[in-house]
């Protein structure tokens, strides 16, 4: 590597479709931004925003095979721009690996063993490690030389003490196929209870968070002096939370009754749980902006899950009060609780007894800045932070592979 090479690729790579972010780590800055959609469909879709040279954002509409010539089509657009892969001033590409196991703890430059064991993980990740590998191989095959680093949604969770992250079920039969906690998003859980810290001007070691990631998907954190302590997602991303269009936390009997009584299979209840329930399945919609209409016209449904996903969000934040012991502060953060000002209300309203409360002022103000929206006498801070997952994959990757 270059002395001067200060640039990274962060690529997140879906099962039809790959958002791309360039970021120069001189100053965390943003050169290109883009994503590619419906990867071999009929009419794939590429829009890039070269931000370095301030261009308007460039679409095309075409078919785009597969992940292969999705890469490719990047490397022409950040070409287009000066920004190509063959440049000697980016540094590494930096993956997002959404499962990572026990293994891996922190950010690892990738190899052929790193890459056996993310395919050993498949099982534990069926819908999402298999894009994040073929990612990675495209990535690999286009620039060899260039070291690429998985950063895992993992890894900010394998702090969780044992009691936390194993389920009471038989311990043999959990070992023998993986089963335990192991929680998501870890990347924004990380950087958010760390900015949180940040916010309050101390250092991450000397402060109790409870972060709250509102976004389609949804998870809690329970993070103790900079070290996640237990989380609402598990085994998979099923858990925990009401999200968009998944359940969260379920009696395990609901899907034998599905197959007993419903007649069905186990990929049916799955699409059901993961893509039919959550607020989609109580009321049709899951953009919350869309909810909160519903309910300005009297909408009966909407308002039914609107309290139900806060009643479950209120539980989570009653039950991190009590893992965490003392709490410092309560962080919202990614699309709904970055944006949804009714949802931080409502999520903390009544919890005067365990320190929080939301000042209506504060809590009104639209910013992109990290910032508090409780006030000044209540004894836990209630933030709102943005997250930003790309900016830390790319600084994890710059701090393992930089000069
Ligand atoms: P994310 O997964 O973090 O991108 O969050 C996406 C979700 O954020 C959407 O489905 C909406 O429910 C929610 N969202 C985005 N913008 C707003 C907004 N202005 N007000 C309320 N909810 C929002």
Redesign the pocket.
Known sequence: MTANATRVLVLNSGSSSVKYQLLDMKDGSRLAVGLVERIGEETSRLSHTPLATGGDKREREARIADHEEALKAVADELSADGLGLDSPELAAIGHRVVHGGLKFTAPTVIDDAVLKEIERLVPVAPLHNPANITGIKTAQALRPDLPQVAVFDTAFHTTMPEHAARYAIDVETADAHRIRRYGFHGTSHAYVSRKTAELLGKAPEDVNVIVL?????ASASAVASGRCVDTSMGLTPLEGLVM?TRSGDIDPAVVFHLKRVAGMDADEVDELLNKKSG?VGLCGD???????RRIDEGDQRAALAFDIYIHRLKKYIGAYSAVLGRVDAVAF????????AP?REAAVKGLEELGLAVDADLNAVRSDAARLISPEYARVAVAVVP?DEELEIAGQTYALVGN
Not at 286 to 292: A, G, K, L, P, W
Not at 333 to 340: K, L, P, Y
Request: aromatic share 0%.
């Open positions: 990631h509102l976004g389609n998907g968009g607020l899951n953009d919350m902006r869309e909810i909160r953060t990614a699309g709904v609780g970055e944006n949804a949802v997250t």
